[in-house]
């Protein structure tokens, strides 16, 4: 009896860390999740919760008699085309990320199973690329839209990484002016999910965490909410068709919370983005990202093969 081979791939973000066992068909054959530990502005102090997490889902794996080709993890800094970590924004690392790697696999008794590392959102790009909305085409542009914001590009279903490792960066564009000409910060502060709990706050209501909470208050009538939610829409939809005018791609796929789900911001982006890409026939489609949440660990199980 042949035992499943599959990779190991693990998403590790601000809030959470997911770990799954990926078959070749981008099943997820294993799921598991743990929360991120903090080490005050910066997360999971030594990546001590990644370990754990690599640690746990090889020893499964074992214990259910399934062979681990590969492990990937995604996660939410700049990392170079050789995998090496160039930030450090999100994450309290002191070691680079491939030897953690390394060390983890030596443990499990797997020191020559193909590693990699790579930015989350890159991550989620391969994924869809490979079994998601964008698997029907060549090249696309991905935008996770969510608590933070950033982007990828997908050329001849390879994602581009850019000289440095960079190009990923959506979110440090300046804000419109169109939209709103005297904000002085970057468009993730005020069009992602903690952007817009911010400005929210800024306007000296009661304290929200994100966009999710400033939504409800909007449905419930609260004009600032329904105001701050429409403003980020639109500020996300000029900036996107200025994107596409510059890479012009078959498509943008939106993932994230935010970029899957019906609401004022997806509204006003749509709204914006279509009335900017008229005039030229035949724009780049929006797509809505197929694989949700689970498309950063699917994503990262692909990275071993992409490398």
Not at 80 to 109: C, F, I, M
Request: hydrophobic share 45%; proline share 6%; glycine share 14%.
């Amino acid at each position: 009896m042949h035992s499943t081979t599959v990779t190991a791939g693990i998403d590790v973000g601000g809030t959470k860390i997911a770990a799954g066992l990926v078959a070749a068909d981008g099943t997820i054959v294993l799921r598991r999740e743990r929360r991120t530990a903090t080490a005050g502005r910066l997360r999971d102090p030594g990546l001590a919760g990644t370990t754990a997490a690599i640690a746990d889902l090889l020893a499964e794996a074992a214990a259910r008699g399934l062979d681990v080709a590969g492990l990937g993890v995604g996660l939410p800094e700049y990392v170079a085309a050789d995998g090496l970590v160039t930030s450090r924004e999100v994450l309290a690392w002191d070691d680079q990320p491939l030897d953690t790697l390394d060390t983890a696999l030596k443990a499990a008794g797997l020191e020559d199973v193909p590693r990699a590392v790579g930015s989350d959102v890159r991550c989620g790009a391969l994924g869809e690329a490979a079994h998601g909305a964008g698997r029907d085409l060549g090249d696309f542009l991905y935008v996770s839209l969510g608590t933070g914001l950033s982007s990828a590009f997908v050329v001849d279903r390879t994602v581009w990484p850019g000289a440095r490792g960079e190009a990923i960066a959506l979110g440090e564009f300046e804000v419109p002016a169109s939209v709103a000409p005297d904000f002085a910060g970057n468009l993730e502060q005020f069009a992602s999910g903690r952007g817009i709990g911010d400005r929210y706050t800024a306007l000296g209501r009661t304290p929200t965490p994100g966009a999710r909470e400033v939504t409800a208050l909007a449905a419930d009538g609260d004009p600032d909410a329904a105001a701050v939610l429409d403003t980020a829409g639109r500020a996300l939809g000029t900036v996107l068709a200025a994107v596409v005018r510059l890479l012009d791609p078959r498509a943008v796929v939106l993932g994230g919370g935010l970029g899957t789900t019906d609401g004022p911001v997806s509204a006003a982006l749509t709204r914006t983005y279509t009335a900017l890409t008229a005039a030229r026939p035949g724009p780049p489609p929006l797509r809505r990202a197929e694989l949700g949440p689970d498309a950063g660990l699917i994503g990262a199980a692909l990275l071993p093969g992409a490398r």
